[in-house]
Nanobody, 114 residues
Framework: QVQLVESGGGLVQPGGSLRLSCVAS????????MSWYRQAPGKQRELVAM???????NYADFVKGRFTISRDNAKNTVYLQMNSLKPEDTAVYLC????????WGQGTQVTVSS
């Protein structure tokens, strides 16, 4: 059973930066597509960024040029570097692992406010 644990969220001022981490258990991490989603109160969950097992990255238009997704297969970890944060980036950020099945983490809260 895969478990995903996110960390790195918190309160940051507009224009600031945060780096989120998601550590996965199990042995399929390097074969998996890893994604970051976010969900704000009253809104649907939306894809932020994804990275395939081969390293191909895709981003939602609203984060292009500000966020960077990366992975370290040796550490079973996927990262989301978030720069130039805006109040509208406030949400719970969740990690998803996809390989034959889909696994979700519990999420980490990101609040962008002055």
């Amino acid at each position: 059973q895969v478990q995903l644990v996110e960390s790195g969220g918190g309160l940051v001022q507009p224009g600031g930066s945060l780096r989120l981490s998601c550590v996965a258990s199990g042995s399929i991490f390097s074969l998996s597509t890893m994604s970051w989603y976010r969900q704000a109160p009253g809104k649907q969950r939306e894809l932020v960024a994804m990275i395939t097992s081969g390293g191909t990255r895709n981003y939602a238009d609203f984060v292009k040029g500000r966020f960077t997704i990366s992975r370290d297969n040796a550490k079973n970890t996927v990262y989301l570097q978030m720069n130039s944060l805006k109040p509208e980036d406030t949400a719970v950020y969740l990690c998803k692992q996809t390989f034959r099945n889909v696994y979700w983490g519990q999420g980490t809260q990101v609040t962008v406010s002055s």
